[in-house]
Each structure stands twice: as C-alpha cells, then as structure tokens.
C-alpha cells in the first residue's frame, strides 16, 4: 500500500520542466552590403514663392458674355477666376446654406449655360468655354 500512495502522489505531482532546448547554431551572417548614404530633400528657401505654370499665366481673350463680367481685356485664367469670384462676392450671389453653390444672376446665367445655380467646381468648367 506504501507504494500505491507514492505512486499516487507521483502522477498528482507535476511532471518536472524540461530544460530548454538550445536553440540550433545559424550559418554564419554574410557580409552586409554596404548602403549608399540617405538623401537629404534639398533645403526648401524660406519666402521663395512657387514658379507660375506658364499655361494659366497666357492672357486669355474672354467672350462677349463672359467680358461682361470681368473686362474685355486679355487676362491670364487666374485674373479670371479672380474677378469672377469678385464679382460673385459683391453681389452675395454665393448661396447661404451651401457655400459651394453659387447663384447666378443675369449676367452670370448667360456665362453658366442658362443655369441658375452651379457648384463653384462647375464654375470653371463653364469659365473655360468661353476663353479663347
């Protein structure tokens, strides 16, 4: 009976760790190559503005109906669309619940295709037509 408990208290008992396993030898590193040295971003000037794309600044010659708006003169696109948002400024024409959205008047309209309201990305799409 003495030998019944022994064994008894053995399989209550937990078995003993293992010890670890050594883990295997790797094959020896090669050479790493060697990196080329990073590159710096060169240095950006402080107040140097950005060069003009040259195809916004050609003056343009706007059509009968947009020169009602911003002048018959030829104007580079940018002067353009300054003075239409100008224009649409002065006359509160940019609706007051969605500020994307402007509402033309008769001027504008005629410009617009006869819309009475586009989006101002729409805007310059229909601007466009009438440059030359």
Do not use: C
Not at 5 to 29: I, S, V
Not at 61 to 77: D, E, I, Q, Y
Not at 80 to 89: E, G, L, N, P
């Amino acid at each position: 009976m003495a030998t019944a408990k022994k064994a008894a208290k053995k399989a209550a008992k937990k078995p003993a760790k293992k010890p670890a396993k050594k883990p295997a030898k790797k094959a020896p590193a090669k050479k790493a190559a060697k990196k080329a040295p990073a590159k710096k971003a060169p240095a950006k000037k402080s107040g140097a503005k950005r060069k003009p794309n040259a195809a916004f600044m050609k003056p343009m010659t706007p059509s009968s109906v947009l020169a009602a708006v911003v002048g018959a003169m030829p104007m580079p696109r940018t002067d353009v669309t300054k003075k239409i948002w100008d224009y649409i400024k002065k006359n509160k024409l940019q609706d007051s619940i969605n500020r994307r959205l402007i509402n033309a008047d008769e001027k504008l309209r005629a410009v617009f295709g006869g819309k009475r309201q586009v989006s101002m990305f729409e805007m310059t799409k229909l601007v466009s037509n009438h440059l030359k």
